[in-house]
């Protein structure tokens, strides 16, 4: 990609070829399938090295929708039989994951995605001609736009890729935030019987079980699981046929009818055209809403990972309830230290997350008038902490939920030497003489046992018995 993005100052070699657009001729490498447009947006948005290639799911959008135009504008009679099925097998390839390093934009760019648009609009056009027997760059039988690009702009292109992006990447969330669901729940069945402290405040606070900590895990997480299917349905309403703003400039009345129909019937998604198409050119508040989701598992598994950590610390001067795996060494210079090396990498995906959040929102918020120009930087950034989550969540779940083991012995002395087993006192003796007890615990380091023993000597007998103490 480096050597794409420099300038062409030398002579025109057979290794290149001329391509031409209104602001004038442009050399491309002769091998490429890409045009003009294309070379340009390499030249103007060197930016974070990763192209958008690196979003598979909208190169198979940016397919989808090609494909079912040019099935449109052939029903229509505004494309050839040959023209449209070379297009169609072009998006084909596409789809069955060719011609993907032809993708070599970068993530961020200027434009509102024109130059996404175009580059598929280029690599499809030059396929399609080497399909039909003729060269690259031939466009005067099969054109990037006036073929490949025919009833569209890229502001309802765009817009509805990047909906079906959202579409797939969701899915492979939702299988993900299952996936560490049932990996507690597993958990939870495992330790039922394990009885420990409960902390609040990191302060002793009541008994519970090593289960029902887990669990309490795995129903915060399933909460996430209902959001993130009920999110399929709103992505799938797209404003293809609206192509600038919305209002079907320069789009035939049965195009307008039948692209979205027909774009449902090559997904297989049950899409709907949008009820407004005006609005739905420039609203991403959609993607801000999802944006929240995100942010919202994000803390949830963020909060479970500190959790994670707090109960393995130690081993020995920490809690060190939970014993997690030992994936690596800890330290280049503590011998036998080992470091909770998982849920501190969920930990920083979800401060990713977080901050793209903050991303999502300006970038939804700076969208003037017709158009939100930002609409790159909105896909990508939900992109990267989709895939972030996904592969986050797949390593907790493989690498420390499946493998943590409890320290029996260490949760029963903590749990016996703790103030818990006091608020079980209360309906005996009442608050007052239960408080002194806790505090004599406290100051004296004495067991349960032996403050009832010092400060309730008549009914100690009885409340031992009763709380099941030796």
Known sequence: ???LALPHTGPITPAMRVEH???GDIAVPAERYFGAETMRAIRNFPITGTPISAMPELLVALAWIKKAAARTNAAAGDLTPEQADAIVAACDEILAGRLHEEFCLDVIQGGAGTSTNMNANEVIANRALEIMGHARGDYVRLHPKDHVNKCQSTNDVYATAIRL???QINRRLSDATLKIVEAFERKARAFDHIQ???RTQLQDAVPMTVGQEMQAFADALREDVSRIAEMQSLFMEVNMGGTAIGTAVGVSPYYL????????????MPLTPSANRIEASWDTGLFVFYSGL????????????NDLRLLSSGPLSGIGELKLPQMQPGSSI???KVNPVIPEVMNQICFRVFGGDTTVTFAAEAGQLQLNAMEPIIIWTIYDSCTALIAGMNTMVENCIDGITVDEARTAQLLAGSTALVTSLMPHIGYGPAARIAQAMVEDRVSLAEALHIHAPE????LRAELQLV
């Open 196 to 198: 420990k402290l409960g």
């Open 459 to 462: 009914e100690a007998a009885r």
């Open 294 to 305: 995100l942010k919202r598992l994000a803390t949830k598994l963020s909060k479970i990972s």
């Open 21 to 23: 657009d209104f602001l």
């Open 1 to 3: 990609m480096t050597d």
């Open 257 to 268: 009818d039948h692209i979205v129909p027909a774009l449902a019937k090559v997904t297989g």
């Open 334 to 336: 503590m011998p036998g």
């Open 165 to 167: 992006t959202v579409v």
